[in-house]
C-alpha cells in the first residue's frame, strides 16, 4: 500500500497556488504534483490529490462528506456570527445527508430539467440582443459573460431586469469565503450577503402575495410528503441558486473565449460547424474549469487514491488537476473541440453534483457558435484581467474585438 508524501518541493507547489503567479497557469504544477504522487500532505494537513479516477472516486464517495456542522466551529470559529459563511454553511454547497438530500429533493421539484430546456429559445435571443450590441472594443465579461447568465437566472428565478447589474460585485464579495475565511475577506463577503439576503427576502415575500410563473414562486410553493422549506431554507436557496446561476457560467464564457482565441484552429472549427457546440462546451469545460477543487473529509478511516485516511482528515481534490490527467486523456494539454469520450469533472459528482450544470452548458451551447460566428475576426483587444482566486477559476475583465 502507498504512503501520503511530504516534501519541501510539494510545499512550494501548493505555495505557489495560493498565489497570483501560480494561478495564473496552476496546469504545470497541478502535473508535478500528479507525477511526485497521486496524494500529497499540504502543510495545514489537508490531503490533496490531482488524477482524475481519484478526483472521481471522492467526487461520488459516500464514504465523504462535507465538515460535519460539528467540527464546523474548529474550522470557522464563531461562523454563525458571519452572514456569508452562514449562508454557505446552511446551504447544500456545504450539507451532508440527510438534510442534504431533503432539501435537494425539494429543489428538484422545482428546478426541474423541463423548465431549463424551455429557456433555449428566450436564452437564443438574449444573445442576440447582446451581440448586437457589442461592436469595436469590448469588455467581454461586462458586455456579454455576466449580464447573459445575469439575465437567464434573473427571469428564472423572477428577478426584475434593472435590478440585477448590482449583484455581480456583491457575488463576487461572497464568493470570497469559498476560497477564505480570513478576516479581510469576511469583512467584504459579509456585507454582500446581507444585502443579498435583505432584496430576495422583500422578493419572497412579494411572491407569497402575488405568485408569478418563477422558481422563487416554484420554491415557496415546493412542498414534498408534506415537507415545504422554511423562510430560512427558501432564502438561502434562493441566493445560492443565483450566485451559483451566473457566477459560474460566467467564468465558463471568459475562460472559454480565451482558449478559443489562443487556439485560432479550434475557433475556426467551431464557426464552420456550430453542431459541435456540445462537444465543445465540455472540452472547454475540461481545459479550462470554472470550479478547479472541492473538499471533502473522511467520515471514518478509509482508502483514498491507494493510501490510507483517517477519519476526520480533509482531502482536497483539484478537479482542473483531474481534466488535464494524461492517464485519462490523450494529450491533455491540447484542445481539441471534437475530443471523444469526453467526461470532466468540472460539475462534481455524485449527491453533490451541480445543480445548475444543464443550464451551464445549454448557455454556452447556445452563446459560443453565435459569437464566434457574428464576429469572424474576433480578438483580444487587450491583456485579460485573471481573478485572483484558485476555487474560481475566471477574469474580471477580457478586452476584445468584436468584428
Known sequence: MATI????????????????????????RYRRLREISPIVRADDGALVITRHADCLAVSRDSRLGHIPSHMLDFVSPGWPDHPALKQLFTSILALNPPDHTRLRRLVNSSFTARRV????????AMVDELLDRMSGEVDFVEAFAFPLPATVIG??????????????????????????????ALAVADPAAVTIREYLAALVAERRRQPADDLISALVAAEEDGDKLTEDELLTMAGLLFIAGFETTTNLLANSVVALLHHPAQLALLREDPGLAPAATEELLRYDTPAQLLVRVAWDDVEVAGVPVSGGERIVAYLGAGNRDPERF?????????????????????????????????????????????????DFAGVPGRRDSLAIRGYTNLPIVAA
Open 117 to 124: 430546456q424551455a429557456l433555449g429559445p428566450r436564452i437564443a
Open 330 to 378: 490523450a494529450e491533455p494539454d491540447r484542445l481539441e473541440l471534437a475530443r471523444a469520450d469526453n467526461a470532466p469533472l468540472s460539475f462534481g459528482g455524485g449527491i453533490h453534483y451541480c445543480l445548475g450544470a444543464p443550464l451551464a452548458r445549454l448557455e454556452a451551447q447556445i452563446a459560443l457558435p453565435a459569437l464566434v460566428k457574428r464576429f469572424p475576426k474576433l
Open 5 to 28: 508524501v511530504e516534501s519541501s518541493e510539494v510545499s512550494t507547489l501548493l505555495d505557489e497556488l495560493t498565489r497570483m503567479t501560480g494561478r495564473e497557469d496552476p496546469y504545470p
Open 155 to 184: 427571469e428564472l428565478l423572477g428577478i426584475p431586469e434593472p435590478d440585477r447589474a448590482q449583484f455581480q460585485g456583491l457575488v463576487r464579495d461572497w464568493t470570497q469565503v469559498l476560497e477564505t475565511h480570513a478576516p479581510e
